[in-house]
């Protein structure tokens, strides 16, 4: 994909507790004195996508004399509450696993269906915008979610994911800045590589390695990130450690 296609080359996420926060945020950079020019709102809770994806994305075009080779490229900022990230990572880790890609809508219809059901009902309990398609009636929803968790085995799918998956690692050291995660679902492994702030060359040159055997295994996944610790790393990117514990506990909770 050309560079100048692309809607961002970056991005940052915030997960807050509910989406009062999240509008609050969203008022905090719609009144702040920042430079960077607002091209674009996507408001999925408004308006939640068709997948039944929602949280609020704006869309920055970067303004700034200090570093100005970096003007005019976009930055997204994705802001979230808790349900719909805990949502958005069970779509991913379950995509990973089924090999299927469920967050561009791509893949068993069964499981599609199920996720927007959930997003539904997760709506309900944020009071936000009801899902398009989905039940109104809150006991119709309910039943709907409890038939087809059990028909996907849903709940021990999830725990099975995440208690097989394996954990291969390169030695710690308190240096580390870049990490290379790479999940590969049919071994059941998540391998972590561990570079420091100086060896980004290396670190981006193992990235396009990996994803280069990626494409002609056609499987897997991969991804370079900065973090400061492994812990940070574990709670930004639950979906690569297979950690859809807060989603599994709301649909515990529904299906009991």
């Known amino acids: 994909m050309r560079l100048s296609q692309m809607q961002d080359v970056g991005g940052c996420r915030a997960v807050v507790d509910n989406i009062a926060r999240v509008r609050r945020i969203q008022a905090s950079y719609r009144n702040s004195y920042i430079r960077h020019n607002l091209v674009n709102t996507d408001d999925y809770i408004n308006t939640p996508a068709p997948s039944g994806y929602r949280g609020l994305h704006l869309i920055y075009r ?47 219809r069964k499981w599609l269906n199920f996720f927007k059901l959930m997003s539904a009902e997760f709506a309900k309990v944020e009071k936000a915008p009801p899902v398009p398609g989905m039940p109104t009636i809150r006991r119709q929803l309910k039943r709907e979610i409890r038939f087809k968790a059990k028909d996907l085995d849903v709940i021990s799918r999830l725990h099975a994911y995440s208690a097989a998956l394996k954990l291969i690692e390169t030695r710690g050291r308190k240096s580390d800045y870049y990490y290379l995660l790479a999940v590969n679902p049919n071994e059941n492994t998540l391998s972590i590589k561990r570079f420091m702030k100086r060896e980004f060359d290396g670190a981006s040159a193992a990235y396009d390695d990996l994803e280069k055997s990626q494409r002609t295994l056609k499987t897997g996944d991969a991804v370079l990130v900065a973090a400061n610790s492994l812990r940070e790393l574990r709670r930004c990117y639950p979906n690569y450690f297979a950690d859809t514990g807060v989603f599994t506990a709301e649909l515990t909770k529904l299906t009991a």
């Open 62 to 108: 970067y303004l700034s004399d200090k570093n100005p080779r970096y003007n005019n490229l976009q930055i997204e900022v994705q802001l979230r509450s808790r349900l719909q990230h805990a949502w958005a990572t069970a779509v991913e880790t379950v995509g990973l696993f089924l090999d299927q890609s469920l967050k561009s809508s791509q893949g068993s």
